[in-house]
C-alpha cells in the first residue's frame, strides 16, 4: 500500500485541506472533524483502495483504514502539518445542528458526575430503609450523619457541575469551581435567610441588586455561569500584561463572574429551574400518566438518536427542586426493562447459537440499566424485538404514571436500582415499581417471543477437489488462535461499534475481560503498535493479521490505564504477556472493555471458524483461520 498516494486521496475526497477543522486517530481509523461535511466525496472514498469503510459518529468523520492507519495518519500530516493530532481553533465555525450542540453539551456536563449523585441517592435508599424498619431513630446521631453524607453531593451539586461544565466549555475548572463555592459559601446563604426571615430588606453589591434565593442543590444557574465565564476569561487574558497575567487574569475573571452571577445569572438560572419544575408539575397534575407512558415506548428512538441526554437532566432538575421525579425515570425504568426482556426473549427462542447468546447476554444486561447492547445487537437488528419493547415499556410506563410513581436518587434505570424508589419514609413507591416492573418485562418478552423468527439463511454446498497431498495441506493450511485474554468469548456481533459488529475489518470473535491482561494468541511478530497503547496488531508466522483492539472508543483515554510489554517488530510466542491494562479504571470512566480480535487479512483465507465459551482461559483454542 503506498500511504502517501492514499493520504492524498483521503485528503482530496474529504473535501480538501480547507475542509478539516481537526484529525485524530484511533486504532483503525482515522477521526476528521470536518467544517462542511456535506463537501466530502462518501462514496467514493468507500470505494477507494485501502479504506474500509467511512461512517459519520458523534461529530466525527471517521475514515477506516485498518491497523496501517498510522501510517496514512502520518502521511497526511505530512500534507497538511497544521493539523498535528491537534483540533483546530474554538473560532471555527461549527456546523452541527442546534439540538446536537445541545444534546453533546448536556452529555459532557452530566455523565461525569453521575457516579456521586448515585452514591448519595443509594444512601438515601439505605436510609429510608433503615427507618422503615426501625433499625435508627430520625433523631439520632447515625441518622443525621448519613443523612449529611448523602446530602453532600446534592447540596454541593453546583460545585460539581462546575467542575464538568468547565471540560466542556474549556475554560479553568479551578476558577469555576470557585463560582460554585460562591453561590453555596455559608455567608451569602446566611444573608438571604436573614432576609427572608425579615420579610423587608434586601443584599446589594456595589448598589446592584442581588435575588435573595439560595443554589444549594441547583442545576442551571452554575451551568450558565460558567458558560458565561468561557468568553470571560479569553478577554481577561488578553487585556492583562505579561508581567502581572499570572494573577489579573484570575483576578478580573472572578470579579466579573462572580459579580454577574449573583446579580443576573444565577437569579435567571434559578428561575427557569423552578419553571421547569412547575411546569412538569403542572403537566403531572393534569395527566400524570401521559410523560411517563411516551417516554417507556419511545425511549428506545431517543436512546437510538442519543436525543435521551436530553432527558436526564431534567429528571435530576425535578429531584433537585421537588425531592423526587415522577415522570421522566420512572417512564425509563419500564423502556430499558422492557427491551432487555424483549431480546431475552429472543434468546431463549432462537436456535442457532450465535443469537441465543448474543440476545441472552445482551437481555441480561439490558434488566441491569445497560441497554445498547440490546437495542443494537438485537432489537434493532430484528424489529419485532423492538416493536416488543416499545409496547411492554409504554404500559409499565402507563403504570406508574397512574400510580405517581416517585424516583428519589436516580441512577442507571434498571433492577439495580429499584431501590432508588425508596423514600418518604414508605415502601409503596417501591412496591408500585416494583409491578411496573413485572409489568414491562413479562408484557415485552411475550409479545417478543410470539412475533420473533430466526432469520433464514441461504446455505450453499461447495465441492472441493480432492488431490493426493489434501490432508498433509490442510494441516499446515489451519492457524488455531488462542483467547488472548481471560474472559467470555463471544461474538462479534456483541460489540457495539459497526466497524466490527458488521465485520467491516474482518472476521474474529470478542472477550469480555474478567483481568486486564493481553497475551499472544499465536506465535509471530508485533507489527503495529499505537501512542493510546489501546490496541496492537500482530501477524503469525503463518501470515494471519490479528488487531486486539482493547475496549469500544479507548483511544480517547490517551494511554490512561495502558502499559505495553513489548515492542513493533518483536518476535512473539504464544503466552508472551503483550499489554496490561486496568480494567476497573477504564469500566469506572464509563467504556465498555469488550475486546474483538479481528483477522484484518480475512480475505486471504477460505475459512475462518471462531467458538463461543462462557469463560476461557489465555492459551485456549478458539478460532480456526484456513487458507
Known sequence: MNYQELAQTIIEKIGGKQNIKGLTHCATRLRFNLKEEKNAQTDELKNTAGVMGVVSKGGQYQVIIGSDVGSVYKEILKE?????????????????????????????????????????????????????????????????????????????????????????????????????????????????????????????????????????????????????????????????????????????????????????????????????????????????????????????LFVATGTHYGLVPIGINNRMTTGYDSVIYPGMLASNLGQGAASLAVGVKSKDSSIKQVAASAGLTGLFGITEPALYGVNLKYKTPLYAAMIGGGIGGLFMGITRVKNFTGGSPGLLTLPSYIGDDTLSHLYMACIGAVISIVISFVISYILYKDPVVETTKVIAKKSEDTSSSDISSITEVATPIKGEIVALGSVEDGMFSEEILGKGFAVKPVEGVVYAPVSGTVTAIFDSKHAIGLTSDSGVELLIHIGIDTVQLNGDGYEYFVEKGQNIEIGDKLIQFDLEKITEKGYNIITPVVVTNSADFGDIITLTKALSEPGEQVMKVIR
Open 80 to 300: 497538511v502539518p497544521s493539523l498535528d493530532g491537534e483540533q483546530a481553533n474554538s473560532d471555527e465555525k461549527d456546523d452541527r445542528g442546534t439540538a446536537s450542540k445541545i444534546i453533546d453539551t448536556i452529555t459532557g456536563i452530566f455523565t461525569p458526575i453521575l457516579p456521586a449523585i448515585t452514591a448519595a441517592g443509594m444512601l438515601k435508599a439505605v436510609l429510608s430503609l433503615l427507618v422503615v424498619f426501625n433499625a435508627i431513630d430520625k433523631t439520632g446521631q447515625t441518622y443525621i450523619i448519613i443523612d449529611f453524607m448523602a446530602d453532600s453531593a446534592f447540596y454541593f451539586l453546583p460545585i460539581l457541575l462546575a467542575a464538568s461544565s468547565a471540560q466542556k466549555f474549556k475554560t479553568n475548572m479551578y476558577l469555576a469551581m470557585m463560582v460554585g463555592g460562591i453561590l453555596l459559601h455559608p455567608n451569602f446563604v446566611g444573608m438571604v435567610n436573614a432576609i427572608k426571615e425579615a420579610g423587608e430588606g434586601g443584599i446589594h453589591l456595589f448598589g446592584l441588586p442581588i435575588s435573595a434565593v439560595t443554589y444549594g442543590s441547583s442545576v442551571i444557574p452554575i451551568i450558565l455561569a460558567v458558560w458565561f465565564m468561557s468568553y470571560v476569561e479569553p478577554i481577561a487574558d488578553k487585556v492583562s500584561p505579561k508581567a502581572i497575567k499570572f494573577f489579573s487574569k484570575p483576578l478580573i475573571t472572578i470579579a466579573i463572574v462572580g459579580t454577574v452571577s449573583l446579580v443576573v445569572i444565577g437569579p435567571v438560572g434559578y428561575f427557569i429551574s423552578d419553571g421547569i419544575s412547575n411546569g412538569i408539575k403542572a403537566l403531572e397534575n393534569f395527566s400524570p400518566w401521559l410523560v411517563p407512558t411516551i417516554i417507556g415506548a419511545l425511549t428506545p
